[in-house]
């Protein structure tokens, strides 16, 4: 990845009202910025990782409590904005209330590290879910949208399958067969192995 150092943290915790989940953790970028994808379970690890750089901004995938648990929290111990759709405001609300954010846009441009991060919304999981492109070493940090073998789960609030399989279908598989697909838990793929799936996966359904 050149000048980019890729960070992978997993950690397992419980999701407050919820259950044990495992949850990988981004932290882009270089030796003296980066971006952090998705703050779960524990503030500690993640700040050590930081270190002295600078963190340009606490990006949430989308609003689910696992996946937000700790966003106010290193925004302010990191000085950096948090990032969310407002299409998730319902779902923040209910793991922080009364917590502002900054709302992320589709096709919003993120600069960190001398190149940037595209975010393209793809609902479906939530309303606000996002994903991240990383067109310079062609990656995309899928959060809960697209999984190996499968698309994001629909049985939770405010979740749709059709609404799903659509933003899988028209933006995530619009990318490059070869990018690499960094996902909000377990192992990564790769568009190209998952886009000859997609039938069977409406088949089956969610």
């Excluded at 479906?124 to 940090?141: D, K, T």
Aim: aromatic share 8%; glycine share 10%.
């Amino acid at each position: 990845m050149t000048r980019w150092r890729r960070h992978l943290n997993t950690y397992t915790g419980h999701a407050p009202g919820s259950w044990a989940v495992d949850n990988n953790v981004w932290v882009l970028g270089d030796d003296d910025e980066v971006v952090i994808v998705d703050a779960a379970h524990d503030a500690e690890p993640i700040v050590e990782t930081v270190g002295d750089r600078k963190v340009v901004a606490v990006v949430c995938s989308h609003g689910h409590n696992d996946h937000v648990t700790f966003a106010p929290e290193l925004g302010r111990t990191l000085y950096a904005p948090v990032v969310l759709h407002p299409g998730d405001e319902k779902l923040w609300a209910m793991t922080h209330p009364g917590e502002s954010y900054w709302p992320a846009t589709d096709k919003q441009r993120i600069a960190v590290a001398g190149t940037v991060l595209e975010i393209v919304h793809t609902p479906g999981h939530s309303p606000g879910s996002i994903c991240l492109y990383l067109p310079e070493v062609r990656a995309v940090f899928s959060g809960d949208t697209l999984f190996r073998g499968g698309a994001g789960a629909t049985g939770r609030s405010f979740s749709d399958f059709p609404t799903i399989v659509g933003s899988i279908r028209d933006r995530i598989f619009a990318l490059p067969e070869d990018t690499r697909v960094h996902t909000g838990h377990g192992e990564g793929t790769t568009i190209g192995a998952e886009a000859p799936d997609l039938a069977e996966w409406i088949e089956r359904g969610f």
